[in-house]
C-alpha cells in the first residue's frame, strides 16, 4: 500500500513538471522604422539616413524612422524583428538576435531566430544574400535564395525595391521593373518564391522593423526523459494485482486520496 502511494505522488509530481505552461514573453516589442510601398522613401538610404529621424515618431500608422536606430549601442538592443504587412494581416516575420549586432548587422541568417518560413532556419541551403544592403544598387533588404545570371530563375523570400540611382548602369531583372517605389516583394505562404512567377509572391503594403531590450533567453538545459508512461504501467500492473486480492472500495480509496494529500 505505502509503494503505491509513493508511486503515485511521483507521477503527480512528474505530470506537474511536463504540464507547465509555455513561458509567454510579449518581448517589450517597439517599432522602429515603417515604410509603405509607393510611400517613396528609400527604404536603405532612409533606413541608414539621420535627416529622416524623429523623436516621437510612432504616434499614428504613418513612415516614421525613431531616432533610436542612431542610439544603437546605447540602447542595448536585443531582438530586432521585421514585419510585412498586407490589408492589415502579418504576412511575413523575422526576428533576430541582435546582441552585439549594430543597425544594419543585425540582418544576417546567423542571427535569425524566428520566422514564418520553414526553409530558411535548420536548412542547409540557406540563400546567397542576406542583407540590408542587398545589390548596393536598387534590391535591398534582400533574402535571396538564389539570384543568377538570367533573373528567370531567381528565387527568395524578401526584397525591396527601390528607385534606381540615377545614371547607375544596371541590369534590371523583369521582376524589378515596377510602378511605384519602394516596392515590398514576399514569398507567399511559408516558403521561398520564383520571383520570374508573379502568383507566387505578394506584395506587402508596408514594412516594419521593431526593436526590444528583452534578451533571448539562455537554452534549456536538457530535459530528464519522461518517465510518467513507465510509471504508469508499474502503477496499473500494481492496481491490478491488488484488485485480485482486495475488495473494490479499497481501490477507489487510492484514487481519491493520495492526490488530496498533495
Ligand atoms: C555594422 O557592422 C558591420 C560589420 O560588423 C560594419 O561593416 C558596418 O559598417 C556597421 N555599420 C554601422 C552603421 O555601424
Not at 48 to 70: A, C, M, P, T, Y
Not at 233 to 240: A, G, R
Not at 241 to 261: L, T, W
Amino acid at each position: 500500500m505505502w509503494k503505491l502511494f509513493i508511486v503515485c505522488i511521483v507521477i503527480h509530481l512528474c505530470s506537474a513538471q511536463f504540464n507547465f505552461p509555455a513561458d509567454v514573453d510579449n518581448g517589450d516589442w517597439e517599432p522602429v522604422y515603417r515604410i509603405y510601398e509607393g510611400g517613396e522613401w528609400n527604404s536603405h538610404d532612409d533606413y541608414l539616413s539621420k535627416e529622416k529621424s524623429v523623436r516621437h515618431g510612432n504616434k499614428d500608422d504613418s513612415q516614421f524612422r525613431s531616432w533610436k536606430i542612431d542610439q544603437w549601442h546605447y540602447q542595448n538592443i536585443r531582438k530586432v524583428r521585421v514585419q510585412l504587412f498586407d490589408a492589415g494581416y502579418e504576412v511575413v516575420n523575422f526576428e533576430f538576435d541582435s546582441k552585439m549586432e549594430n543597425m544594419t548587422s543585425f540582418f544576417q541568417v546567423t542571427n535569425l531566430k524566428e520566422t514564418n518560413y520553414v526553409d530558411i532556419l535548420g536548412s542547409t541551403a540557406q540563400g546567397d544574400d542576406f542583407s540590408i544592403d542587398g545589390d548596393g544598387d536598387s534590391r535591398h533588404w534582400t533574402v535571396s535564395s538564389r539570384h543568377v545570371g538570367n533573373c528567370r530563375n531567381d528565387e527568395g523570400w524578401l526584397q525591396v525595391i527601390d528607385k534606381p540611382k540615377p545614371g547607375r548602369d544596371r541590369c534590371v531583372c523583369g521582376y524589378e521593373n515596377v510602378d511605384k517605389y519602394p516596392t515590398i516583394m514576399y514569398a507567399k505562404g511559408n516558403r521561398k518564391a520564383k520571383w520570374s512567377n508573379r502568383r507566387s509572391y505578394g506584395h506587402a503594403d508596408m514594412m516594419q522593423v521593431s526593436i526590444s531590450h528583452v534578451p533571448y533567453k539562455a537554452p534549456p538545459s536538457p530535459t530528464p526523459p519522461n518517465r510518467g508512461p513507465q510509471l504508469q504501467t508499474q502503477l496499473q500492473t500494481q492496481l491490478q494485482q491488488q484488485a485480485q486480492f482486495q475488495p473494490v472500495h479499497n481501490i477507489q480509496n487510492i484514487y481519491g486520496n493520495p492526490f488530496d494529500f498533495l
